[in-house]
């Protein structure tokens, strides 16, 4: 009987054991400023809110955003995303949250600068890659992808080969799932990203309509080291709202802070800037779960083209795709901050750095008979 009881307490503390790894347990990241001894710190403590059916292998696969009111806090959460397939693609990226990402401050001199083009806007990308080199300088590493034919253009694949700090690379689009494929889904922007932000610290995202006026964005680098602007920053308002252009299909899996102001503007994704940090990488990683879900990132009934918006326009007559995500996960960002006592300067006040000085233009199908390949 003693030796039953035995086996028996030996199996319930397991359990509990168990248990409490699974609910309970919170490992501390280290950062780059703790101290040397290389332990990671473990806390015992509820997870928040945890719930076995929105984790996927132990991974958060159900976005929320804590939304604040007069009536006091509440939670809104946005439907499970599939997890054999996304988790993949977390796994792919080193997305999940078991990969710690050191929080280093950007080194203006360390950024790079990443382009997506097919043959027909390479010579625009040729404009975009002079501006880059004027204005920034030849150290900078600049990373094409070749969206379709560049690369089998003899004169384009010749005049890359011959650039410096320079590298071409075959966007696989074999890495999509099929129904995301489509050019103007936009889903191979985010896959993109979030490629080169598993690579490099602070980098430049750039469609190929981007005209730099100036290489001097140390105002974004210091503001983004001292807390003051968050690590993803987006270019200049669109000229419409957030919500006239997305689509309320998107909210079921990722949806907005509505305690947002209605006419809140939407930013360009046409120019947009990262530094890797663990707030960085949640926004990668929302944004990837999406971008592999068609209803997600271009739900039922989605229109590009917008008409102008007035008082009278309804909410979601146009679907910006990538734009419309990026644009949802930066504002529930800036709002999170905000609530929680962090100084943030949002996008849409007018102290934010990009109204400070214009530092680029958007110029759709530019040219330039500048030789690039001058180092």
């Not at 929105?54 to 939304?67: A, S």
Request: a neutral charge.
């Amino acid at each position: 009987m003693k030796r039953k009881n035995f086996y028996i307490t030996l199996l319930l503390g397991g359990c509990l054991y168990i248990y409490i790894l699974q609910h309970y347990i919170y490992v501390k990241p280290k950062d780059a400023n703790d101290d040397k001894s290389g332990i990671q710190q473990m806390i015992i403590r509820p997870r928040s809110g945890f719930n076995d059916q929105e984790y996927c292998e132990n991974e958060l696969f159900v976005y929320k955003i804590e939304t604040v009111n007069s009536s006091g806090k509440f939670v809104t959460k946005g439907k499970k995303f599939e997890c054999e397939t996304g988790l993949r693609y977390l796994k792919q990226f080193n997305l999940t949250s078991d990969t710690v990402v050191p929080n280093k401050p950007v080194d203006p001199s360390n950024v790079a600068f990443v382009i997506a083009a097919d043959a027909g806007y390479y010579p625009s990308a040729r404009a975009v890659i002079h501006g880059i080199r004027k204005h920034f300088g030849k150290n900078h590493k600049i990373i094409y992808y070749d969206l379709g034919g560049t690369m089998n253009n003899p004169e384009f694949s010749k005049e890359m080969t011959e650039l410096c700090n320079f590298e071409a690379r075959l966007f696989k689009w074999e890495l999509l799932p099929s129904d995301v494929t489509k050019v103007k889904i936009f889903a191979w922007k985010v896959m993109i990203i979030a490629e080169v932000f598993n690579e490099f610290d602070t980098f430049f995202y750039l469609d190929s309509s981007i005209y730099f006026e100036t290489g001097d964005f140390n105002a974004f680098y210091e503001m983004i080291n001292n807390g003051s602007l968050t690590p993803f920053q987006m270019s200049g308002a669109t000229g419409h709202s957030m919500r006239h252009a997305t689509n309320p299909g998107i909210y079921k899996y990722v949806p907005l802070d509505m305690t947002i102001d209605r006419h809140h503007d939407m930013m360009e994704a046409n120019m947009m800037i990262f530094h890797k940090n663990e707030v960085s990488k949640e926004i990668i990683k929302w944004s990837v779960l999406c971008a592999i879900n068609r209803d997600c990132i271009e739900p039922p009934g989605s229109v590009l083209a917008c008409v102008r918006e007035t008082n009278q326009t309804p909410e979601g007559v146009c679907h910006r795709q990538d734009q419309s995500l990026f644009n949802i996960l930066l504002a529930n960002l800036e709002q999170t901050w905000l609530n929680n006592g962090i100084p943030v300067i949002t996008h849409v006040q007018p102290n934010h750095p990009k109204n400070s000085r214009q530092r680029h233009q958007t110029r759709r199908l530019q040219r330039t008979q500048e030789k690039i390949t001058i180092c």
